[in-house]
């Protein structure tokens, strides 16, 4: 009966999942196509630049909903996990993608800064910057909150990329407002200051995906595990392990049981303990719990 809940709630994450990629890209190709337009009217480097990342993100949503596809085939002999990390692979793209973002802004920056050509109608370009604001705010907002409920780290990770697309967006909007008040160089400073915290978004979100392919575990779960096992009656010392396998924590739990248990009350200690740890860390998906005989005193 557990299995079946499980499953139920399994298909609703990956349904959602697929939605929010799917609305998120047709969202994100229309924002940067006008971005796109507008800046080849007006001549801003800044916003041709902001457009061309936010078109890259649509190719990012593509990464992250092929990681959910993979994720979903069951485990083989060669693969006996499964291939749930392929999420978390799917998270290093959306890293790299921000990065090559990084790349990009911050040449295209620097050559308008040392002799780029004039920005003209700084006007509808800043039109073009605050779509594009609007956009990337809206699409962010609607992913962190779904993956935050299906706790998918690559989705989150996604997610604090359209965010930054809004941040980015806003040097943008804030050059063009100085190139309409006279300073032509404050397009490419703009877009220079942009390019350092996309750099800054890139080292968080990068060391949250390294954590999580480490097998990188909130004590607080593992802790949380332990206590919730050793109080299960017959327990008499409890060890807790844990790693994420994409949206699923498993958790392995390691008994030793008071002397004098029987085979078949290890067999009912054992499913108390999984329940209880299922409780006490909500997070947990696969949670296998082991039991051995406590050693007699003297014996290694």
Not at 96 to 109: K, M, N, Q, R
Not at 115 to 144: P, S
Not at 146 to 169: C, V
Not at 208 to 218: A, S
Request: proline share 2%.
């Amino acid at each position: 009966m557990t299995s079946a809940v499980v499953e139920r709630d399994e298909a609703a994450d990956r349904r959602a999942a697929n939605r929010a990629m799917a609305v998120s890209a047709a969202g994100l190709s229309v924002t940067a196509l006008i971005e796109i337009v507008l800046a080849l009217v007006t001549g801003s480097v800044a916003l041709l630049g902001d457009g061309l990342h936010n078109l890259s993100d649509v190719s990012t949503s593509a990464v992250v909903f092929l990681g959910f596809w993979i994720s979903r085939r069951p485990a083989t002999a060669r693969y006996p996990y499964g291939y749930e990390r392929a999420e978390d692979l799917a998270g290093l793209g959306v890293a790299l993608v921000i990065w090559a973002s990084a790349l990009f802004a911050g040449y295209e920056s620097y050559h308008k800064l040392v002799g780029g050509a004039a920005t003209t109608d700084a006007g509808l370009g800043m039109v073009g910057a605050a779509l594009g604001i609007v956009g990337n705010q809206i699409v962010a907002r609607y992913k962190l909150r779904i993956g935050r409920r299906i706790r998918s780290a690559t989705m989150i990770a996604d997610a604090k990329h359209s965010w930054l697309d809004a941040i980015s967006s806003l040097g943008a909007l804030i050059g063009l407002a100085l190139v309409a008040a006279g300073y032509r160089w404050g397009d490419p400073v703009a877009g220079l200051a942009v390019t350092l915290f996309i750099c800054h978004v890139g080292v968080e979100v990068t060391r949250d995906l390294v954590h999580r392919l480490m097998d990188g575990v909130d004590p607080d779960h593992l802790e949380a595990a332990r206590t919730a096992a050793a109080g299960v009656p017959g327990v008499g010392a409890a060890e807790v392990r844990a790693r994420w396998m994409g949206r699923t924590l498993a958790v392995e739990v390691e008994t030793r049981l008071d002397d004098g248990l029987s085979l078949l009350d290890a067999d009912g200690i054992n499913a108390e303990v999984e329940r209880a740890v299922r409780v006490a860390v909500p997070d947990a998906g696969d949670v296998h719990a082991h039991a051995h005989a406590t050693r007699p005193a003297g014996v290694a």
